[in-house]
């Protein structure tokens, strides 16, 4: 007790000098001021960062989201002139609710779009791929994935099997660095999206209007994003976008 008492004496003392000395009183004030000011930034970010891990705050999937119900995704995968209604080139990421990759895949976009080291003019829209139902099947034949992959199509100009095959030679063919790295670990994903076993998120595809390598415009088709973090997966998704790095085109 009497320890407790020493310190609580201590600090009153203290107190009352600094009551006392009135050069003291603004100082502190000053300081205390600086102190909140240098302490703003970084609570902010912690706050941001705190409430995007609490309500998974998706952003910039959710605002650029391409609706199923309303027939509005399956239009912009047959449809060119919708397809590239609101733009001449982006990336399709086809998204599921509780999928960790895709939560990695969103750090990475969002890191993108807001890292100033990142400079073009980035556009994405997303599929959510159990939109019409949590307990989401490719095979359910009532739903639009179904219609999307097997069924009927908008203008009945393409066969949706055509559609699963660019996906499979796209993501597997291509000559670049960063394909011949991740073939192996990739083939059999890609491979099952063909056959129409699966599909697995994030699928992200670049669609360019300028690409005239295969009838959907898809210049390249991603199973999810390689990187050790979200910064090296960002660069891998900006190389993407302008064909640099290990996506130079040979």
Not at 96 to 123: G, V
């Given at each position: ?14 107190w ?26 970084p ?101 639009e994935?179904?219609?999307i ?89 900006d ?12």
């Amino acid at each position: 007790m009497k320890v407790f008492k020493a310190i609580g004496n201590f600090f009153a003392r203290i107190w009352r000098w600094i009551k006392e000395t009135a050069w003291v009183q603004p100082l502190l004030i000053v300081s205390l001021i600086f102190g909140i000011i240098l302490l703003i930034q970084p609570i902010s970010q912690g706050v941001t960062a705190l409430a995007d891990l609490i309500t998974n705050n998706e952003k910039y999937f959710n605002d650029n989201k391409v609706k199923l119900a309303s027939g509005a995704a399956r239009n912009l995968i047959y449809d060119k002139e919708a397809r590239f209604k609101d733009g001449d080139k982006y990336f399709l990421v086809f998204i599921e609710k509780d999928c960790p990759n895709c939560r990695e895949a969103y750090q990475a976009f969002k890191t993108l779009f807001d890292d100033k080291t990142f400079d073009s003019d980035y556009k994405i829209k997303t599929i959510s791929v159990d939109e019409q139902s949590s307990s989401y099947e490719l095979t359910d034949p009532e739903s639009e994935m179904y219609k999307i992959f097997f069924g009927d199509t908008v203008t009945d100009n393409a066969d949706p099997i055509e559609f699963r095959d660019v996906i499979f030679n796209v993501g597997t063919a291509a000559s670049h660095e960063y394909n011949i790295e991740n073939y192996e670990s990739d083939e059999k994903y890609f491979s099952e999206i063909r056959e129409g076993e699966d599909l697995y998120t994030p699928l992200i595809l670049l669609m360019d209007k300028e690409y005239t390598g295969n009838s959907f415009n898809i210049r390249e088709a991603l199973i999810g994003i390689k990187g050790s973090t979200k910064y090296d997966k960002a660069r891998n998704l900006d190389d993407c976008w302008n064909g640099t790095g290990d996506f130079e085109r040979k």
